[in-house]
Structure formats: C-alpha cells, structure tokens
T-cell receptor
Framework: KAGVTQTPRYLIKTRGQQVTLSCSPISGHRSVSWYQQTPGQGLQFLFEYFSETQRNKGNFPGRFSGRQFSNSRSEMNVSTLELGDSALYLC??????????????FGSGTQLSVL | QQPVQSPQAVILREGEDAVINCSSSKALYSVHWYRQKHGEAPVFLMILLKGGEQKGHDKISASFNEKKQQSSLYLTASQLSYSGTYFCGTERQAGTALIFGKGTTLSVSS
C-alpha cells in the first residue's frame, strides 16, 4: 500500500495570504489528523476528520480550517497567514481514528514558510 | 493538556541505556510512543493502554503507571539507529484527540 502523501512538500507565502495543504491517507483509512510541528513545541494537534466530519479539534484560531472528502482525502486551509504560522504541517491517517488505540501513519509533511 | 516529557535531550554512546518519561496531570486512557528521525515522518513504536502490561519492541520497551499517570520508555543497549526525537502522545479517554509532548531528542554516538 502507498503511504500517506502530502502535497506540496514546500511552500513559501507572504503574510496575509492564504494557503491550502493536501493529504491523501493510506487506502482504506478513514481518519485524517493534522498536526503543526515547530522547534521546541512538539506536535500540536489541529483537528481530526473521520468520514467527512470533524471529530476533534485543537486550540488553534479559526484561521485554521479543514475538510475531508468522500474519498478520505483531506485539505487544511490557513487564511490570513502570520509569521508564526511558519511550521511543518503533518497529517496522519488511521483506520478508524484517533482515540481508538490505533497507530497513526504520518506523511512527510508540508514545510510552510511565511515571509 | 500537553503531557510533559523528560529529559529534553539525552546523549549516549552505543551500548548505553536510557529512560524517557512522559507525565500527565490528568487521568489517561492510553499512551503512545513515536520516534522521528531528522527530516523524516514520525514512526509508531508502541501503545500502552490503561490496565495493560508493559510492552516491548526489540530492545525498546515501555511501561504505564496509572497511579502516577506516567509512562516510561526504556532503551537498552542503544544503537546508532536509535537516534532521533521521541514523542509520547496521550489520550484522556477513548474518542478524544491524541496530544503529543514536546519530545525528547536522543543522540547516540559510536
């Protein structure tokens, strides 16, 4: 099976712009979670989608949003970018989702730089 | 609430042992451990459930003390391949989000 695929691998944006990141989970996996990784802060949970519905949400402002399509692919959108949004954004997939004692399979991430 | 990992960093020589701790102030349902090598995606190591027993994975094992809400990851006879950042993730109850700690960086040299 192919692994979790994230596109694009790198993005450079300027403050105020918006950006959309994409994540294709492993075939058959219905849950997709998103994490923001910055040096010293670890992996901070953004949100989790399962069967096109947001199931869990972290403590991020409303500028961060996501959605999931019927084929389980997920997108994450960040509007009105700020310098502090520069980070590696990781998505992870699992069969039934976070909180069901399943392991997560992570993608390689999208490195976002905001100038 | 983010779990607290300690130490923040460990430097070892091949063959030495290390322990990484993960603590929470809230009751936990499960603890997950992942390792991330530089420039790569985090990779699953193991899950420990409330009421479960200690788990092992080659020379890496872990325990979960429910009374203390603490998990420990044991790396014995470390190898160069053990180098990376180790993250613990905690679930407060089934169905909730997996929240990760800030990570512990392990460096193993020959």
């Amino acid at each position: 099976k192919a692994g979790v695929t994230q596109t694009p691998r790198y993005l450079i944006k300027t403050r105020g712009q918006q950006v959309t990141l994409s994540c294709s989970p492993i075939s058959g996996h219905r849950s997709v979670s998103w994490y923001q990784q910055t040096p010293g802060q670890g992996l901070q949970f953004l949100f989790e989608y399962f069967s096109e519905t947001q199931r869990n949400k972290g403590n991020f402002p409303g500028r961060f949003s996501g959605r999931q399509f019927s084929n389980s692919r997920s997108e994450m959108n960040v509007s009105t970018l700020e310098l502090g949004d520069s980070a590696l954004y990781l998505c992870a997939s699992s069969e039934t989702g976070v909180g069901r004692n399943e392991k997560l399979f992570f993608g390689s991430g999208t490195q976002l730089s905001v100038l | 609430q983010q779990p607290v990992q300690s130490p923040q960093a460990v430097i070892l020589r091949e063959g030495e042992d290390a322990v990484i701790n993960c603590s929470s102030s809230k009751a936990l349902y499960s603890v997950h451990w992942y390792r991330q090598k530089h420039g790569e995606a985090p990779v699953f190591l193991m899950i420990l459930l409330k009421g479960g027993e200690q788990k092992g994975h080659d020379k890496i094992s872990a325990s979960f003390n429910e009374k203390k809400q603490q998990s420990s990851l044991y790396l014995t006879a470390s190898q160069l391949s053990y180098s990376g950042t180790y993250f613990c993730g905690t679930e407060r109850q089934a169905g909730t989000a997996l929240i990760f700690g800030k990570g512990t960086t392990l460096s193993v040299s020959s």
